[in-house]
């Protein structure tokens, strides 16, 4: 369908023209954003500044809250109902009133009934000729477009309807169409509105599950640190003890060892002596002398025969094998620490095994067997 839009006639020109474009962006400014037409009253203000009709107002809010009850219910939700500003994005909190707590814009309201008594006064002043500002078609001259074509989506005029092209088609008054398609297209932008809210809702949920994943995961970071630290702790303060067991065997036994052969040395070097004394002894020329220092010397000889049965560690006195622990059982249970979940005795709040039951649980089946030497008169009980 083709149509064109005709100027109005050249009597429109001069003063009134520029006044006529004053209203018409005076008029820009009081068209609401949510049903596009000239606010209807009552008009409120935004928190941030932006005016919207209280009925559109309404709609917003009731399609993103659609639990809050009608106004005046007694089961009335108290405070915690929101929209978000269709212009600006803005979250407006509402009281329990809902939008008819928020304020009256008095001055917008007073600037719409002083615009629509100068654009009355301005349009029966104006030549009829002026008022013929609007779409006519171009197959039939001076023949407005006032009806719309349901079966070809389109506006056209009377004449195509009896004698043109769309005498066949399911046609409808235009204004019935524009005044239909205008609160579908009011109703599609209340129910984006609040589709966008809800997005935005889930968007910030989302944004405060990442922060608590965060800080789960660093707490439970540092608490397995601390428990590993601790398990290591329990591993290095055993593995002091163990040591000490070894090297306190290891000292005993050089003790002793160190004690005969200091024992030994001595005697040694008394029978080194008389073997000198004895040398000594056989070459005295006198035979009185001779046979009175012989006498000394073979009474010395004979209890050193006597003391000479040595004492000595008994056969394999050095060997330590013993202090062997079988640690292969533990390995594969530290391997194989896991997460887990329980309250069982030795399971924490969280199901992670406590370290030292673990160490206590394995040494019970590591434990040193030592060996006492059975020349130790003070074994180590």
Same mark, same amino acid.
């Given at each position: 369908?083709?149509?064109?839009?005709?100027?109005?006639?050249?009597?429109?020109?001069?003063?009134?023209?520029?006044?006529?474009?004053?209203?018409?962006?005076?008029?820009?400014?009081?068209?609401?954003?949510?049903?596009?037409?000239?606010?209807?009253?009552?008009?409120?203000?935004?928190?941030?500044?932006?005016?919207?009709?209280?009925?559109?107002?309404?709609?917003?809010f009731?399609?993103?809250?659609?639990?809050?009850?009608?106004?005046?219910?007694?089961?009335?939700?108290?405070?915690?109902?929101?929209?978000?500003?269709?212009?600006? =994005?803005?979250?407006?909190?509402?009281?329990?009133?809902? /939008? !008819?707590?928020? #304020?009256?814009?008095? @001055?917008?309201?007073? %600037?719409?009934?002083?615009?629509?008594?100068?654009?009355?006064?301005?349009?029966?002043?104006?030549?009829p000729?002026?008022?013929q500002?609007?779409?006519?078609?171009?197959?039939?001259?001076?023949?407005?477009?006032?009806?719309?074509?349901?079966?070809?989506?389109?506006?056209?005029c009377?004449?195509?309807?009896?004698?043109?092209?769309? =005498?066949?088609?399911?046609?409808?008054?235009?204004?019935? /169409? !524009?005044?239909? #398609?205008?609160?579908? @297209?009011?109703?599609? %932008?209340?129910?984006?509105?609040?589709?966008?809210?809800?997005?935005?809702?889930?968007?910030?949920?989302?944004?405060?599950?990442?922060?608590?994943?965060?800080?789960?995961?660093?707490?439970?970071?540092?608490?397995?640190?601390?428990?590993?630290?601790?398990?290591?702790?329990?591993?290095?303060?055993?593995?002091?003890?163990?040591?000490?067991?070894?090297?306190?065997?290891?000292?005993?036994?050089?003790?002793?060892?160190?004690?005969?052969?200091?024992?030994?040395?001595?005697?040694?070097?008394?029978?080194?002596?008389?073997?000198?004394?004895?040398?000594?002894?056989?070459?005295?020329?006198?035979?009185?002398?001779?046979?009175?220092?012989?006498?000394?010397?073979?009474?010395?000889?004979?209890?050193?025969?006597?003391?000479?049965?040595?004492?000595?560690?008994?056969?394999?006195?050095?060997?330590?094998?013993?202090f062997?622990?079988?640690?292969?059982d533990?390995?594969?249970?530290?391997?194989?620490?896991?997460?887990?979940?329980?309250?069982?005795?030795?399971?924490?709040d969280?199901?992670?095994?406590?370290?030292?039951?673990?160490?206590?649980?394995?040494?019970t089946?590591?434990?040193?067997?030592?060996?006492h030497?059975?020349?130790?008169?003070?074994?180590?009980?």
């Open positions: 369908m083709n149509f064109a839009l005709r100027p109005p006639s050249a009597g429109s020109s001069g003063p009134g023209a520029g006044r006529g474009a004053t209203m018409e962006n005076l008029e820009k400014q009081l068209i609401c954003p949510v049903c596009l037409e000239m606010f209807s009253k009552p008009v409120v203000i935004l928190p941030c500044q932006h005016n919207l009709c209280r009925k559109c107002a309404n709609d917003i009731q399609s993103a809250n659609p639990l809050w009850q009608s106004r005046g219910s007694t089961s009335m939700t108290s405070s915690g109902a929101r929209f978000r500003c269709p212009s600006c =994005r803005h979250e407006v909190m509402l009281d329990r009133h809902g /939008v !008819y707590g928020l #304020q009256r814009n008095l @001055l917008v309201e007073n %600037i719409l009934d002083i615009y629509r008594q100068q654009e009355s006064s301005r349009l029966v002043n104006i030549k000729e002026q008022q500002h609007q779409l006519l078609c171009e197959e039939h001259q001076d023949e407005k477009i006032n009806i719309y074509c349901l079966s070809c989506e389109t506006p056209t009377s004449m195509c309807k009896v004698f043109g092209k769309h =005498r066949d088609c399911d046609v409808a008054p235009l204004s019935s /169409v !524009y005044m239909r #398609q205008k609160t579908d @297209l009011s109703d599609g %932008i209340a129910i984006l509105v609040a589709s966008n809210d809800h997005v935005q809702a889930v968007i910030t949920q989302m944004e405060e599950i990442c922060c608590t994943v965060e800080e789960n995961g660093q707490r439970r970071r540092e608490e397995l640190i601390d428990r590993l630290d601790s398990l290591v702790a329990v591993l290095e303060e055993r593995k002091q003890e163990l040591v000490g067991l070894i090297t306190k065997e290891q000292d005993d036994k050089l003790k002793r060892v160190r004690s005969l052969i200091g024992r030994h040395s001595d005697q040694l070097e008394a029978a080194v002596t008389l073997v000198e004394s004895a040398i000594q002894s056989i070459e005295e020329p006198h035979m009185p002398l001779f046979i009175q220092s012989a006498n000394v010397i073979l009474e010395k000889m004979a209890v050193t025969a006597r003391a000479s049965n040595m004492e000595r560690p008994e056969l394999g006195f050095e060997d330590m094998s013993h062997v622990i079988d640690t292969d533990l390995a594969d249970m530290l391997r194989n620490i896991d997460f887990s979940s329980g309250t069982h005795r030795g399971v924490g969280d199901g992670e095994e406590d370290p030292e039951e673990v160490l206590r649980k394995c040494g089946e590591t434990e040193v067997e030592v060996y030497n059975p020349l130790d008169k003070n074994p180590q009980q």
